[in-house]
Protein backbone atom coordinates (compact mmCIF):
# COMPACT_ATOMS: atom_id res chain seq x y z
CA UNK A 1 0.00 0.00 0.00
CA UNK A 2 1.11 3.17 -1.16
CA UNK A 3 0.45 6.50 0.42
CA UNK A 4 -0.57 9.49 -1.98
CA UNK A 5 -1.44 13.05 -0.40
CA UNK A 6 -4.08 15.02 -3.15
CA UNK A 7 -4.84 18.49 -3.02
CA UNK A 8 -6.99 20.73 -5.26
CA UNK A 9 -10.84 21.70 -5.94
CA UNK A 10 -13.75 19.37 -5.09
CA UNK A 11 -17.18 20.68 -6.43
CA UNK A 12 -20.99 19.96 -6.20
CA UNK A 13 -21.60 18.43 -9.42
CA UNK A 14 -24.91 18.33 -11.76
CA UNK A 15 -24.07 15.83 -15.40
CA UNK A 16 -27.11 16.29 -17.75
CA UNK A 17 -26.98 13.53 -20.71
CA UNK A 18 -27.92 15.33 -23.79
CA UNK A 19 -28.44 13.79 -27.40
CA UNK A 20 -26.04 16.47 -29.28
CA UNK A 21 -23.97 18.99 -28.86
CA UNK A 22 -24.57 22.13 -28.99
CA UNK A 23 -28.23 21.74 -27.33
CA UNK A 24 -30.72 22.81 -29.65
CA UNK A 25 -33.07 25.31 -27.55
CA UNK A 26 -36.52 24.05 -26.45
CA UNK A 27 -38.42 24.91 -23.52
CA UNK A 28 -38.45 21.74 -21.47
CA UNK A 29 -37.30 18.66 -22.27
CA UNK A 30 -38.18 15.45 -20.50
CA UNK A 31 -35.65 12.64 -20.43
CA UNK A 32 -35.48 10.28 -18.11
CA UNK A 33 -32.44 9.22 -15.76
CA UNK A 34 -30.81 11.73 -17.32
CA UNK A 35 -29.52 14.45 -15.12
CA UNK A 36 -27.29 12.82 -11.97
CA UNK A 37 -26.39 15.42 -9.18
CA UNK A 38 -22.79 14.40 -6.72
CA UNK A 39 -19.71 15.70 -5.26
CA UNK A 40 -17.00 15.85 -7.76
CA UNK A 41 -14.11 17.41 -9.25
CA UNK A 42 -10.64 16.56 -10.54
CA UNK A 43 -8.68 16.12 -6.90
CA UNK A 44 -11.47 14.61 -5.73
CA UNK A 45 -11.89 12.38 -7.92
CA UNK A 46 -7.87 11.14 -8.07
CA UNK A 47 -8.54 10.82 -4.06
CA UNK A 48 -11.42 8.77 -4.37
CA UNK A 49 -10.15 6.45 -7.54
CA UNK A 50 -6.91 5.98 -5.29
CA UNK A 51 -8.39 4.92 -1.83
CA UNK A 52 -10.30 2.34 -4.11
CA UNK A 53 -7.04 0.60 -5.38
CA UNK A 54 -5.83 0.20 -1.89
CA UNK A 55 -3.62 3.46 -0.98
CA UNK A 56 -3.91 5.33 2.35
CA UNK A 57 -5.38 8.90 0.60
CA UNK A 58 -5.16 12.00 2.59
CA UNK A 59 -7.38 14.96 0.63
CA UNK A 60 -6.78 18.22 1.43
CA UNK A 61 -9.10 20.85 -0.27
CA UNK A 62 -11.82 23.83 0.55
CA UNK A 63 -15.65 24.34 0.81
CA UNK A 64 -17.85 26.45 2.10
CA UNK A 65 -18.35 27.79 5.14
CA UNK A 66 -21.89 26.42 5.37
CA UNK A 67 -21.24 22.70 4.21
CA UNK A 68 -20.23 20.28 6.72
CA UNK A 69 -16.53 18.26 6.00
CA UNK A 70 -18.71 14.84 5.07
CA UNK A 71 -20.23 16.04 1.89
CA UNK A 72 -17.40 14.03 1.01
CA UNK A 73 -18.13 11.18 1.88
CA UNK A 74 -21.84 10.20 0.76
CA UNK A 75 -24.07 7.36 1.80
CA UNK A 76 -24.30 5.79 -1.59
CA UNK A 77 -20.43 5.77 -1.73
CA UNK A 78 -18.23 2.42 -0.86
CA UNK A 79 -15.35 4.69 -0.35
CA UNK A 80 -14.33 6.80 3.10
CA UNK A 81 -11.90 9.81 2.64
CA UNK A 82 -10.97 11.09 6.32
CA UNK A 83 -12.72 14.58 6.42
CA UNK A 84 -9.70 16.30 9.02
CA UNK A 85 -8.48 17.84 6.37
CA UNK A 86 -11.36 19.73 3.92
CA UNK A 87 -11.59 22.95 5.62
CA UNK A 88 -14.62 25.35 5.23
CA UNK A 89 -13.42 28.27 4.73
CA UNK A 90 -14.94 29.23 1.46
CA UNK A 91 -17.56 31.94 0.63
CA UNK A 92 -19.36 28.64 -1.45
CA UNK A 93 -18.56 25.04 -2.22
CA UNK A 94 -17.45 25.09 -5.81
CA UNK A 95 -20.24 24.14 -8.44
CA UNK A 96 -20.37 22.72 -11.85
CA UNK A 97 -23.10 21.57 -14.45
CA UNK A 98 -21.83 19.19 -16.99
CA UNK A 99 -23.10 18.60 -20.36
CA UNK A 100 -22.38 15.12 -21.92
CA UNK A 101 -23.85 13.65 -25.49
CA UNK A 102 -23.58 9.94 -27.03
CA UNK A 103 -20.16 11.28 -28.95
CA UNK A 104 -18.81 12.01 -25.59
CA UNK A 105 -18.73 15.92 -26.29
CA UNK A 106 -18.35 17.73 -23.26
CA UNK A 107 -19.38 21.25 -22.27
CA UNK A 108 -18.70 22.35 -18.69
CA UNK A 109 -19.80 25.40 -16.64
CA UNK A 110 -17.90 25.57 -13.39
CA UNK A 111 -18.26 28.33 -10.85
CA UNK A 112 -15.37 27.77 -8.45
CA UNK A 113 -16.65 31.13 -5.86
CA UNK A 114 -13.89 32.36 -4.08
CA UNK A 115 -10.94 29.89 -4.03
CA UNK A 116 -8.71 31.69 -6.06
CA UNK A 117 -8.56 34.31 -2.55
CA UNK A 118 -8.47 31.47 -0.26
CA UNK A 119 -5.35 30.46 1.41
CA UNK A 120 -4.74 26.26 2.90
CA UNK A 121 -3.67 26.23 6.11
CA UNK A 122 -0.07 24.45 5.67
CA UNK A 123 0.71 23.07 9.17
CA UNK A 124 -2.17 20.25 8.28
CA UNK A 125 -0.15 19.41 5.47
CA UNK A 126 3.17 19.84 6.47
CA UNK A 127 2.63 17.00 9.30
CA UNK A 128 1.62 14.36 6.77
CA UNK A 129 4.04 15.46 4.03
CA UNK A 130 6.89 13.18 5.59
CA UNK A 131 4.77 10.16 5.22
CA UNK A 132 3.81 10.40 1.62
CA UNK A 133 5.29 8.64 -1.05
CA UNK A 134 3.83 10.60 -3.83
CA UNK A 135 1.31 13.92 -3.68
CA UNK A 136 -0.75 14.60 -6.13
CA UNK A 137 -2.10 18.32 -7.11
CA UNK A 138 -4.22 19.69 -9.34
CA UNK A 139 -3.76 23.89 -10.18
CA UNK A 140 -5.67 25.22 -7.48
CA UNK A 141 -4.48 28.24 -6.36
CA UNK A 142 -4.27 27.30 -2.89
CA UNK A 143 -2.11 24.40 -3.69
CA UNK A 144 0.87 26.60 -4.37
CA UNK A 145 2.17 26.51 -1.62
CA UNK A 146 1.47 22.99 -0.67
CA UNK A 147 3.32 22.32 -3.90
CA UNK A 148 6.31 24.38 -2.75
CA UNK A 149 6.39 22.19 0.40
CA UNK A 150 6.43 18.97 -1.23
CA UNK A 151 9.38 20.38 -3.81
CA UNK A 152 11.10 21.52 -0.50
CA UNK A 153 10.10 17.86 0.83
CA UNK A 154 11.83 16.14 -2.20
CA UNK A 155 8.37 14.32 -2.38
CA UNK A 156 7.90 12.64 -6.14
CA UNK A 157 5.09 15.04 -7.27
CA UNK A 158 2.11 14.06 -9.97
CA UNK A 159 0.12 17.34 -11.66
CA UNK A 160 -3.16 17.17 -13.83
CA UNK A 161 -3.99 19.84 -15.62
CA UNK A 162 -7.00 19.29 -17.55
CA UNK A 163 -7.64 22.37 -19.32
CA UNK A 164 -4.27 23.33 -21.03
CA UNK A 165 -4.21 26.39 -22.97
CA UNK A 166 -0.63 28.11 -24.07
CA UNK A 167 -2.30 31.52 -23.33
CA UNK A 168 -2.91 30.63 -19.44
CA UNK A 169 0.47 29.13 -19.44
CA UNK A 170 2.52 31.93 -17.21
CA UNK A 171 -0.40 31.09 -14.35
CA UNK A 172 0.58 27.17 -14.90
CA UNK A 173 4.20 27.58 -15.16
CA UNK A 174 5.52 27.07 -11.38
CA UNK A 175 3.26 23.81 -11.43
CA UNK A 176 4.66 22.85 -14.51
CA UNK A 177 8.46 23.15 -13.26
CA UNK A 178 7.80 21.04 -10.57
CA UNK A 179 6.12 18.09 -11.94
CA UNK A 180 7.27 14.71 -11.80
CA UNK A 181 4.61 13.44 -13.90
CA UNK A 182 2.20 15.06 -15.71
CA UNK A 183 -1.32 14.78 -17.27
CA UNK A 184 -2.81 16.72 -20.09
CA UNK A 185 -5.86 16.88 -21.82
CA UNK A 186 -6.02 17.46 -25.62
CA UNK A 187 -9.52 19.62 -25.02
CA UNK A 188 -8.17 22.58 -26.32
CA UNK A 189 -5.18 21.25 -28.29
CA UNK A 190 -5.03 23.02 -31.58
CA UNK A 191 -1.00 22.02 -32.68
CA UNK A 192 -0.24 18.51 -33.21
CA UNK A 193 0.03 16.15 -30.49
CA UNK A 194 3.55 15.03 -30.35
CA UNK A 195 4.52 18.13 -30.96
CA UNK A 196 2.78 19.79 -28.26
CA UNK A 197 4.24 16.83 -25.70
CA UNK A 198 8.00 17.35 -27.15
CA UNK A 199 7.33 21.03 -26.51
CA UNK A 200 6.56 20.76 -22.30
CA UNK A 201 9.07 17.82 -22.14
CA UNK A 202 11.83 20.12 -23.67
CA UNK A 203 10.49 22.86 -21.48
CA UNK A 204 9.72 21.61 -17.94
CA UNK A 205 11.81 17.84 -18.41
CA UNK A 206 8.99 15.64 -16.64
CA UNK A 207 9.76 11.99 -15.91
CA UNK A 208 6.68 10.97 -17.80
CA UNK A 209 3.65 13.51 -19.95
CA UNK A 210 0.28 11.61 -20.55
CA UNK A 211 -2.11 13.57 -23.03
CA UNK A 212 -5.17 11.89 -22.81
CA UNK A 213 -7.25 11.87 -26.31
CA UNK A 214 -10.34 10.52 -25.33
CA UNK A 215 -11.80 8.00 -27.64
CA UNK A 216 -7.87 8.02 -29.34
CA UNK A 217 -6.57 6.95 -26.50
CA UNK A 218 -3.21 8.12 -24.96
CA UNK A 219 0.13 9.63 -25.72
CA UNK A 220 2.77 8.97 -22.84
CA UNK A 221 6.33 9.82 -22.92
CA UNK A 222 8.60 8.40 -20.38
CA UNK A 223 12.61 9.96 -19.60
CA UNK A 224 13.39 6.21 -19.08
CA UNK A 225 13.55 5.21 -22.38
CA UNK A 226 13.36 8.57 -23.53
CA UNK A 227 10.00 7.58 -26.19
CA UNK A 228 6.72 8.49 -27.04
CA UNK A 229 4.26 6.05 -27.16
CA UNK A 230 0.05 6.17 -28.14
CA UNK A 231 -2.38 3.63 -26.66
CA UNK A 232 -5.49 2.85 -28.27
CA UNK A 233 -8.56 3.60 -26.36
CA UNK A 234 -10.28 0.04 -25.17
CA UNK A 235 -13.85 -0.89 -24.63
CA UNK A 236 -15.12 -3.01 -21.55
CA UNK A 237 -18.01 -1.27 -21.35
CA UNK A 238 -20.92 0.52 -22.81
CA UNK A 239 -20.66 4.47 -22.49
CA UNK A 240 -22.75 5.94 -20.34
CA UNK A 241 -21.14 9.10 -19.26
CA UNK A 242 -16.71 9.91 -19.98
CA UNK A 243 -17.22 12.71 -16.93
CA UNK A 244 -14.05 11.89 -14.72
CA UNK A 245 -12.52 9.11 -17.25
CA UNK A 246 -9.38 11.42 -17.05
CA UNK A 247 -9.05 11.30 -13.27
CA UNK A 248 -9.44 7.92 -13.24
CA UNK A 249 -7.06 7.05 -16.09
CA UNK A 250 -4.05 9.09 -13.89
CA UNK A 251 -5.25 7.83 -10.64
CA UNK A 252 -4.58 4.66 -11.78
CA UNK A 253 -1.65 4.81 -13.68
CA UNK A 254 0.16 7.08 -10.34
CA UNK A 255 -1.05 3.95 -8.43
CA UNK A 256 0.79 1.22 -10.85
CA UNK A 257 3.69 3.54 -11.37
CA UNK A 258 4.20 4.32 -8.02
CA UNK A 259 4.66 0.41 -7.19
CA UNK A 260 6.45 -0.78 -10.50
CA UNK A 261 8.14 2.37 -11.96
CA UNK A 262 7.02 0.78 -15.46
CA UNK A 263 5.40 3.27 -17.79
CA UNK A 264 4.14 1.07 -20.19
CA UNK A 265 2.47 -1.38 -17.99
CA UNK A 266 1.03 1.46 -15.67
CA UNK A 267 -0.96 3.04 -18.65
CA UNK A 268 -1.97 -0.11 -20.02
CA UNK A 269 -3.56 -0.97 -16.63
CA UNK A 270 -4.66 2.70 -16.81
CA UNK A 271 -6.62 2.69 -19.92
CA UNK A 272 -8.24 -0.42 -18.59
CA UNK A 273 -9.87 1.49 -15.32
CA UNK A 274 -10.39 4.69 -17.35
CA UNK A 275 -12.78 2.83 -20.22
CA UNK A 276 -14.35 0.56 -17.40
CA UNK A 277 -15.39 3.81 -15.35
CA UNK A 278 -17.42 5.38 -18.87
CA UNK A 279 -20.35 2.54 -18.31
CA UNK A 280 -21.52 4.55 -14.98
CA UNK A 281 -22.95 7.94 -14.27
CA UNK A 282 -21.22 10.25 -11.86
CA UNK A 283 -17.41 11.16 -11.69
CA UNK A 284 -16.65 8.93 -8.26
CA UNK A 285 -18.28 5.68 -8.58
CA UNK A 286 -17.45 2.76 -11.17
CA UNK A 287 -13.54 1.34 -10.58
CA UNK A 288 -12.28 -1.63 -11.44
CA UNK A 289 -10.54 -3.86 -8.72
CA UNK A 290 -6.94 -4.75 -9.18
CA UNK A 291 -8.46 -8.33 -9.94
CA UNK A 292 -10.70 -6.95 -12.74
CA UNK A 293 -8.10 -5.00 -14.34
CA UNK A 294 -5.38 -8.13 -14.02
CA UNK A 295 -7.90 -10.08 -16.01
CA UNK A 296 -8.59 -7.79 -18.63
CA UNK A 297 -4.81 -6.97 -19.45
CA UNK A 298 -4.39 -10.55 -19.88
CA UNK A 299 -7.12 -10.77 -22.77
CA UNK A 300 -5.98 -7.75 -24.27
CA UNK A 301 -2.52 -7.65 -23.93
CA UNK A 302 -1.49 -11.47 -23.82
Known amino acids: ??????????????????????IKYQPVTDNLQSIHSSIGGDAYNEAIAL?????SVDFFSLIGTDDPPSIINPQ????????????????????????????????IFEDIKDLRDCEYDLKPFLDELPTADMVVFSNANFC?????????????????IRNFKHETECYNRFFLENADILYLSDDNLDEDP??????????YHPDVVILGQGADGVIIY????????HFNSVKTNEI?????????????????????????????????FASYKIGFMGTSNGFMTEKQIEDWRELIWK
Request: hydrophobic share 40%; proline share 3%; with cysteine.
Open 1 to 22: MSKFLVAGILQRETIIKVNELP
Open 144 to 160: RPLLQAAVNGGKKIALN
Open 194 to 203: YDFLKYMVSE
Open 51 to 55: KWLGN
Open 240 to 272: VNTVGAGNALFSCFLHYYNKTGDASYSIKNAIL
Open 76 to 107: SSDIHIDTDFILPIASDTPAAVIFCDKTRKQQ
Open 222 to 229: SSKTDTYA
